[in-house]
């Protein structure tokens, strides 16, 4: 049987459907425990710095319930910094932010970044906390995540899942790389029942983070349903 795969759940969107009208429901933290209770291996949540969606209180509390690893995703900031030095999730995730951006657009830019980005990862490091960086599968960037000393890359699926040509066969090479390197693999962008099992599927792939089409599916199925489908496929393809 090959390497297991996990799932991480993104529940920032859980989050926006509350701020759309305010209050306290949808709860982040309910939908964190009810995606665990239904087979997630962890949680992942966007501390934005217009706190769009995920707030400081929900961040608190899904870290102090400690039911699940904790993957905090987060800007390179020294403000993101202190807050994931206090709260020590199991991961930090450094991902690129743009204001104007309705979600992620692309990965980091580890080569064009790497004096700003080093001190925040040797920071988070020491602090105890896995770093994990959201790049595109381009080799360059796969090299300097390790050089820098993160410990993960998560590969951005997003140009595979809008079905830009040549981009499964982009992202296996990356991924290959990733164990070249030392570092470990995890992937996630886009991705959905139809697209899911190529991904799955590549050996070095350690994690999914899957969340705004998990949220959607579950309007429609619930997210116990919506999460055991996630899986059931994820693992099918591993181990076909």
Known sequence: MSEAIRLGVNIDHVATLRNARGGVHPDPLTVAKAAVAAGADGITIHLREDRRHIRDDDAERIRAWNGAPVNLEMAATEEMAEIACRLKPHAVCIVPERRAEVTTEGGLDVVGHRATLAPIIARLNAAGIRVSLFIDPDPAQVRASAEIGAAVVELHTGAYANGKPGELEHLAAAARLTEEVGLECHAGHGLTYANVGPIAA????????????????????????????????????RNK
């Open 202 to 237: 590549l050996p070095q792939v350690r994690e999914l983070n899957i969340g705004h089409y998990l949220i959607g599916e579950a309007l429609l199925t619930g997210l116990p349903a919506s999460v055991r489908e996630m899986r059931r496929l994820m693992l099918a393809a």
